[in-house]
């Protein structure tokens, strides 16, 4: 295999080929820096990396082609060069929340979904740009300054994940970790013409992400094809002791690749490929004009309203005519409570980020002012300097429907509110329908600095927040370009239903085809 069309390889690929000798662990760490220079990855111009050393990943790259000499099982994404949103910690990159608060912090330990990636021989290459504490849908408020989007670098990325979705989508790396608060890892994929997977909240643990709202917070996937995302999701999901909300699920083989051939050409099951996998649920089929027959799509009523920019409706259209081609039913329902899903979730989650975030005090770790007049003042006078002003708007509001006399008024109808979404989702998916279609957002990417109201930008998570909300799984696939920019489909599954998830998304990827991206 050859490294020229690196920046278009998919991760099974690589990695096979490095455990075949092939191609060794070195090049391809070498390559996506190369990569990362010639679109300007770095800060002065694309401004998606914030940390990268790839002295420590060549390193860590001859220590697996020692394990290869050696005949040892590297794993199923040996030599894939990978990057790591901001708020994931590393063991030897910084991990600072794109946040002045945490400038230069370095963690003493690593985020589980970290170490399994490089238990499976993945070589992390990059810490990526983000919104600060990941509090925004634009990579626009991060202490180091904003990331642009490679297809169109007068645009935003989307976020709070866009450093990640824009390392995919830029060719330095074929997957990347991001986070997901209310659709930080969709909304981004959607924006950069990627693929973002949002798992089951307990699929994947939580532990080592610096925590913005607990009962929301994921790590999830970006990954250059479904199958890319699906292979990460294998190799990080699963039960972590360190994380009490983590589940012990089985988790199933997701990966089309994992048959031993493209995801468009596989027929046969190859089982030396299967090592991730611990249930006896089968591979997804693969794409044929009868693969989803028997399935049912639900289409929400309630996610295509008039106001939905006329282009991306059609091609939401056109996303269901495939997909009733490979043999679905597309059944129009309803999800009513979802119009309160932007009040709720800007209740909730604030609520929670207040509390987190309060350990941010200057006394333990990270940044601290100290004016010398005593210890309210280095308070105020580090988290001042050290946040943001969204970061600051969102504690301010949520401390205040937390105080005595709002608490009820505000906070504990939001989370009523939020079982009713829940249930919502619940009744949708017990009526026989297998999953749910909606856009991944109501616009595409825009331009940097076009939104300055901080309750338009929210809106950016209007199709994305109810996943959250309800702790479901969904993953947003490219159907197409509007005025040349991405537009995102979003799938959305049951609880731990991602299979489902998985086999409606590889179905609406080759039914598209090079369509996706025109």
Sequence with gaps: MSLDNYKELRAAAIAASVRAGELSAADTVRASFQRATDVGGGRDELNIILYSDENAALDEAQKLHTQIQSAADVG?????PVAIKDNIATLGLPT?????ILRGYVSPYEATAVTRLRAHGALVVAKTNMDEFAMGSSTENSAFGPARNPVDV????????????AAVAAGIVPIALGSETGGSVRQPAAFCGVVGVKPTYGRVSRYGLVAFASSFDQIGIVGRTVDDAALGLESIAGLDNMDSTSSDADVPIYRLSALGKPASDARDPNTEAMRIGRSPVPLPPPPTSETLKGVVIGKPKEYFPDSLDRSIRDLCERALDRLRWMGATVREVSLPQSELAIPVYYILAPAEASSNLARFDGVRYGLRVDPGRGL?????????????????????????VLSAGYYDAYYKKAQSVRTLIADDFRAVFTSGVHAIFTPTTPNTAFPLGAISDPYEMYLNDIFTVTANLAGVPAISVPIGRVRRLPVGGQI???HFDEYSMFRVAYALEAALGQEAHQ
């Design 96 to 100: 600072t929340c794109a946040s002045k």
């Design 376 to 400: 309210k003042p280095m308070y105020e006078a580090t988290r001042s300097e050290g946040f943001g002003p969204e970061v600051t708007r969102r504690i301010l509001l949520g401390t205040y």
């Design 76 to 80: 199923v994404l040996a030599g894939v």
């Design 154 to 165: 007068r645009c935003v990325p989307g976020g709070s994940s866009g450093g990640s979705a």
């Design 492 to 494: 959305i599954t049951a």
